[in-house]
T-cell receptor
Framework: AQSVTQPDIHITVSEGASLELRCNYSYGATPYLFWYVQSPGQGLQLLLKYFSGDTLVQGIKGFEAEFKRSQSSFNLRKPSVHWSDAAEYFCAVGFIIQGAQKLVFGQGTRLTINP | DSGVTQTPKHLITATGQRVTLRCSPRSGDLSVYWYQQSLDQGLQFLIQYYNGEERAKGNILERFSAQQFPDLHSELNLSSLELGDSALYFC???????????????FGPGTRLTVL
């Protein structure tokens, strides 16, 4: 079955420090991978997506993610975090089953930024 | 602002009651998805509609139902409510993009349901 694991429930980093959020997926075919961000009281906003091609994808707000098929991973990175990046981050795998599109989300990683 | 609207923002009700959550997708989007987000279950897919027809079902309870109307707005009906139904309910919409293997889903701000 399709699943997504985000091993880190909560991460704290200092403002200006680099960030890496881990995501591992389980899916037999070519995965369609997404990272979403959820700010407090808000809906989910798409940061970036991977469908095919270059395994390093750029997203909004200075985020990037790298797809590594051998490790079944799609880790999210940012070289220098800002206080406004404090939020919850969700990795998701998308797939088509019986003609319908589905997304399976990880449990999320809550990011706290220290000033 | 994703362009997806949901009403109401908050809903407080009692066990055994029935509520209706409403979602208006982005202009032109034919697909609507409903998700439930709770502390213990995380973000779970409930159901999808495409142009008025049910397209896919996820972990949706029999006490829950949904529909999509001709103007493409959707409603999620929750009945015989239990304490465990307290959660954030999200609606998302997507458009069919030519050549895209899968479509980006745009999420609304959610409806927070509290069952007392």
């Amino acid at each position: 079955a399709q699943s997504v694991t985000q091993p880190d429930i909560h991460i704290t980093v200092s403002e200006g420090a680099s960030l890496e959020l881990r995501c591992n997926y389980s899916y037999g075919a070519t995965p369609y991978l997404f990272w979403y961000v959820q700010s407090p009281g808000q809906g989910l906003q798409l940061l970036l997506k991977y469908f095919s091609g270059d395994t390093l994808v750029q997203g909004i707000k200075g985020f990037e993610a790298e797809f590594k098929r051998s490790q079944s991973s799609f880790n999210l990175r940012k070289p220098s975090v800002h206080w406004s990046d404090a939020a919850e981050y969700f990795c998701a795998v998308g797939f088509i089953i019986q003609g319908a599109q589905k997304l399976v989300f990880g449990q999320g990683t809550r990011l706290t930024i220290n000033p | 602002d994703s362009g997806v609207t949901q009403t109401p923002k908050h809903l407080i009700t009692a066990t055994g009651q029935r509520v209706t959550l409403r979602c208006s997708p982005r202009s032109g989007d034919l697909s609507v998805y409903w998700y439930q987000q709770s502390l213990d279950q995380g973000l779970q897919f409930l159901i999808q509609y495409y142009n008025g027809e049910e397209r896919a079902k996820g972990n949706i309870l029999e006490r829950f139902s949904a529909q999509q109307f001709p103007d493409l707005h959707s409603e999620l009906n929750l009945s015989s409510l239990e304490l465990g139904d307290s959660a954030l309910y999200f609606c998302a919409s997507s458009a069919r993009l030519a050549g895209a293997p899968i479509n980006e889903q745009f999420f609304g701000p959610g409806t927070r349901l509290t069952v007392l």
